[in-house]
């Protein structure tokens, strides 16, 4: 007897870890209908189950939405918010890059060819009140016969057939309108990179990172050389080409070097990016390296 009172000890003791876990999903089996089914496990570890034929609507209603969430495949625990879906992320003003819109962007630069041919053409075609006034320094300084030449200029006082000075207004009309047409991207120009240089400065002090902020310092930096390198080598030195001659001042050899700089710009332009930012630059670096 002994003996076989210590055999069943030992057996309920090597039992004990299930009865625990048995008790921890047996505290609370919600059912949903009618009753709510229980079960027990009594001291020597025996399971007894319990019909108490109570209902428990608490009890059903949650798991029906038990069920629900596992059938949704959303597992969460009760009255937990159900994370929803991430929305697209704003576009914002990059709606206007989109395809209907790239037509516009890439028409600009024909509208503005266009503008300064129709100038060119209508003002300061050729005439022969000018083809006089410049015969002589054509000859001098290249060395050509004005008949064999073709070129579009402008004679602010040009001589009239009795070699008297007169005010052309042609002359100036057409000044006017390359005025126009350099004033326009010369605005925009100043106006986009004002702008674009306080966004930036205001998100260097936003930047959360050290990469953020080395980021934007470098885009701050490519940002303002690319607004300056045109204003240097393209408005300037062709409005004083063009402002000089109405205070009869001779920039004849201002002509060359004027031509050479307008022809390096866009070379020179995109070079502040490849240096001031990194990618670029390592890029870069790392090619000529091997």
């Known amino acids: ?4 009172a210590a055999g069943d000890q030992t057996e309920r003791l090597l039992k004990l870890p299930e009865i625990e876990n048995q008790r921890e999903c047996s505290k609370k089996l919600p059912v949903s209908g009618q009753n709510a089914f229980s079960v027990k496990i009594d001291k020597n570890g025996t399971e007894t189950s319990k019909n108490d034929g109570k209902t428990d609507r608490n009890e059903a209603n949650e798991s029906k939405e038990a069920i629900e969430r596992i059938s949704n495949g959303k597992l969460t625990q009760k009255n937990e918010k159900i994370p929803e879906k991430p929305s697209a992320p704003k576009k914002g003003r990059l709606r206007f890059f989109q395809t209907q819109c790239l037509i516009f962007w890439f028409l600009i630069p024909f509208i503005g060819g266009a503008a300064w041919f129709s100038v060119c ?7 022969p009140m000018k083809t006089e006034y410049i015969r002589q ?3 001098d300084y290249f060395d050509l016969e004005i008949d064999n030449c073709a070129y579009a200029g402008a004679a602010f006082y040009p001589l009239d057939k009795n070699g008297t000075k007169i005010v052309s207004e042609r002359s100036f009309i057409g000044f006017g309108l390359f005025l126009g047409v350099m004033t326009i991207p010369f605005i925009v120009v100043l106006f986009a990179g004002g702008k674009s240089w306080f966004i930036i400065r205001a998100l260097l002090k936003q ?10 310092m470098q885009l701050y930096k490519a940002l303002v050389a690319q607004t300056v390198i045109p204003i240097f080598l393209l408005f300037i030195p062709f409005g004083t080409i063009f402002i000089l001659p109405i205070f ?3 920039c004849q050899f201002l002509s060359a070097p004027i031509t050479f700089v307008y022809a390096l710009y866009p070379a020179v332009d995109p070079l502040p990016t490849l240096y001031f930012v990194d990618y670029y630059r390592n890029a870069i670096t790392g090619k000529l390296g091997n």
């Open 207 to 216: 930047g959360e990172t050290r990469y953020s902020k080395n980021l934007q």
């Open 248 to 250: 009869e001042i001779n």
């Open 1 to 4: 007897m002994w003996l076989e």
């Open 137 to 139: 320094t054509v000859k």
């Open 121 to 127: 053409f209508t003002v300061f075609s050729m005439d």
